[in-house]
């Protein structure tokens, strides 16, 4: 197959011998970890560019904030994309733009020139899941389908866990300029490698355009991202106007796409696939998920480098085993999907995340180092467990013309799942220690601001673990999916 040609109709390539899909899988992978490494890179770097640049903390935020903010607006569209282009096009283009952007991370002078890197690096990062995941539903069938996503998990589940602590090494010893640099020459690679290899999998449709959509869209994702997130960095938290009037615009647009989505005969985003049982069970319990994942990998470490007195560097290398572990379960986790199903890992994969979360909800000043370790460990094994086999099942339930539909949604909720858990829970965090903190006597002592934070941190993982049954219950209702076409729905 050339470069320029088609492949026939939803023909799954890894059954053609004539196609290597090895190179394929290769090409996305390597430009995935590196882009969506960049997720959580900085976030151990904040401090450090707030000193760089000699800006406040509310600026600063915006490294992370404005990073979810674009993929929010972007990843909706990616479903229009995916149809008007290849996959070698979506592919070759995304990876640039993340490249172009990284360079000018590296190179930025200016903290404003440094978050036009950013955001040029989030538009590549946010079209480069739904590509890999339409891609791989693409070339592989049902049964084999769990293998594969392990490995796509791996990249989205391990790549930005290592993040925090890579970037706490990388800040230390060579500078927060390295932290891009060091990207560089992968992505550089991994364009290079895909000119060479990747071949077109894709339709091209080119279907309808409609602009009032992508406005809805934009305005709707955009705003209800930017005011999660401007929550979490305000003072008066969802009190602030600037958070509570850009949530209601952002749901009014939301609903109003939604509508629209409804109405029109070659929708922007086909809100269709949640008519596939598995599918919406699927988002529940990914929704859940990420943002439980949230709730420690922002809460923790600064419940670490708070009460527990830790370093940066310290406080992300505790976290690494957990990351490994999950890394590497991803695929064994996939293995197992395709030959046990999803029951057998959804559901001891929920209790589990229920105890951890439950024992996590007693972390103190005096809990040992091991126990957060092994707490850790224990959080990230039932993710992997739970997270991509939701996935793929249920991915797998829908028809093909709506699998860039299907990515588009779930990835589209990965930014905004995120925004509203971390604005959620650090507000709550917040509100905990600063009610504490008004009643006590001593307000400026460090150990009572220590106790009121610990506080904070107990109801956080009260909250997690309270979504957590949710999953647990969910879980229970899995079964093995298989696709369904439209007309077969409707008729049930």
Known sequence: MSHNEQPKKYEFLSEDPNVKIAPIIVSLIIGAFFAVLNETLLNIALTTLMKEFDISLTSVQWMATGFM??????????????????????????????????????????????????????????????????TFLLIFPPRRRGAVMGIIGL??????????????????????????????????????????????????????????????????????????????????????????LSIIIGVISLLLFSIRQF???????????????????????FVIIIMAMFASEIILPVFMQGPLALSAATAGLILLPGSLINGLLSPVMGHAFDKFGPR??????????????????????????????????????????????????????????????????????QPVAGAIGVSVFISIMNARQNNL??????????????????????LVYMIAFILSLGALVASFFVYRSVPIEMEDLSKK
């Not at 800040?171 to 077109?200: C, D, M, Q």
């Not at 439950?358 to 092994?374: K, N």
């Not at 039932?382 to 990515?407: D, R």
């Open 69 to 134: 903010l674009v993929m929010g607006v972007v990843i909706p569209i990616s479903a229009l994309l995916l149809q008007w282009f290849t996959t070698r096009q979506m592919f070759l283009a995304t990876m640039i733009t993340f490249t172009i952007g990284t360079i000018i991370c590296a190179a930025a002078p200016l903290f404003s020139v440094l978050l036009i890197g950013r955001f040029l690096q989030a538009i590549g990062t946010g079209l480069l899941i739904p590509i890999i995941f339409n």
């Open 344 to 413: 057998l890992l959804m559901i001891p994969g929920s209790i589990l995340l229920s105890a951890t979360l439950f024992i996590m909800m007693r972390l103190d000043m005096s809990t040992p180092t091991w126990v957060i370790v092994v707490s850790y460990i224990l959080l990230m094994i039932s993710i992997a467990a739970i997270m991509m086999p939701a996935e793929t099942n249920g991915l797998n339930q829908l028809p093909k013309h709506l699998y860039p539909h299907g990515t588009a949604v779930m990835t589209t909720l």
């Open 437 to 458: 903190l008004a009643k006590a006597t001593n307000p400026t002592n460090p150990e009572v601001i220590n106790g009121a934070m610990v506080a904070g941190v107990e």
């Open 263 to 285: 109405k029109l005969d070659e929708p922007i985003l086909d809100l269709r696939v949640f008519k596939f049982p598995m599918y919406s069970l699927g988002v529940i319990m």
């Open 155 to 244: 990249v989205i589940m391990f790549a930005p866990a290592i993040g925090p602590t890579l970037s706490g090494v990388i800040v230390e010893h060579l500078g927060w300029r390295y932290l891009f640099i060091t990207v560089i020459p992968f992505a550089l690679f991994s364009i290079a490698f895909a000119y060479k290899y990747l071949v077109n999998v894709s339709e091209v449709t080119k279907p309808k355009i409609d602009i009032i959509s992508i406005i809805f869209s934009t305005i709707g994702f955009g705003g209800v991202v930017f005011g999660f997130s401007s929550a979490g960095g305000e003072e008066a938290g969802f009190l602030a106007p600037i958070a509570y």
